[in-house]
C-alpha cells in the first residue's frame, strides 16, 4: 500500500483544530485496516482518526491543540 496525505500542511491554532486526510492506495490486495502512525507532533497537539479501516481507501483526521500547545512550525513522519 502507499499513503498520501491532503493537505500537505496544516495551520492550526492554540485551542483549535484541523483535518486532513490519508488516502490509500492498496496494491496486491491487501484489504487490511492500517494504524497510521504520526510523529513529531508539537507538545500539547493529539491526533484522532488516524487509522484506515479494512477496504477502505481514505480516512479524516483531526488535529487537536490543547491552549497552551506548542507554537511553531512543525516537521511530521506518516506511517502506516
Known sequence: FSLAVN???LT?????????????????GFESGLDIAVTGLPSGVTLTGASVGAGATASTVTVNAAPNAAIG????TITG
Open 12 to 28: 492550526v491554532p492554540q485551542n483549535g483544530r484541523g483535518t486532513f486526510t490519508i488516502n490509500t492506495t492498496r496494491l496486491g
Open 7 to 9: 493537505p500537505t500542511a
Open 73 to 76: 512550525n512543525a516537521t511530521v
